[in-house]
C-alpha cells in the first residue's frame, strides 16, 4: 500500500501564491509517475499536472505558466508551485500515485485551495 498526505492548502487573494505538497509513504517501490487532480463540487475529477520519477512532466492547458509540478525523490515529496492564482483554480487538490504492479490509483484525502478576495 501507498499513502498519500496532501498539505499547502489554504485561502489567498487572486493573483497570489501557495505551494502545495504531498508525501508519499509505505510501499514507495509501487510508484513511478505521481500527479496532482482537482476537483469542483459536482465536476469529474480532472488532472492538473503529472510528474515522473525521472522529472518528465505534463501540465493541464489552463495553468500552463502558472503551476509547476515537482519532486523530491529523496523526499519521497511531490509539489505543485501555484502562481497568479484565480478564483477559478478555487477547489479541493488530490495528490495521485499510480501502482505500475497493478494499476491501482492511490489518493490523498485532498486540500482546499480557496482563492478570494
Known amino acids: 500500500q501507498v499513502q498519500l498526505v496532501e498539505s499547502g492548502g489554504g485561502l489567498v487573494q487572486p493573483g497570489g501564491s501557495l505551494r502545495l505538497s504531498c508525501v508519499a509513504s509505505?510501499?514507495?517501490?509501487?510508484?513511478?509517475?505521481m500527479a496532482w487532480y482537482r476537483q469542483a463540487p459536482g465536476k469529474k475529477r480532472e488532472l492538473v499536472a503529472s510528474c515522473t520519477s525521472d522529472g518528465v512532466t505534463h501540465y493541464e492547458e489552463s495553468i500552463k505558466g502558472r503551476f509547476t509540478i515537482s519532486r523530491d525523490n529523496a523526499k519521497n515529496t511531490l509539489y505543485l508551485q501555484m502562481l497568479s492564482l484565480k478564483p477559478e483554480d478555487t477547489t479541493v487538490y488530490y495528490c495521485?500515485?499510480?501502482?505500475?504492479?497493478?494499476?491501482?490509483?492511490?489518493w490523498g484525502q485532498g486540500t482546499q485551495v480557496t482563492v478570494s478576495s
Open positions: 509505505g510501499s514507495i517501490f509501487k510508484i513511478n509517475a
Open positions: 495521485n500515485a499510480v501502482d505500475i504492479y497493478s494499476d491501482h490509483n492511490y
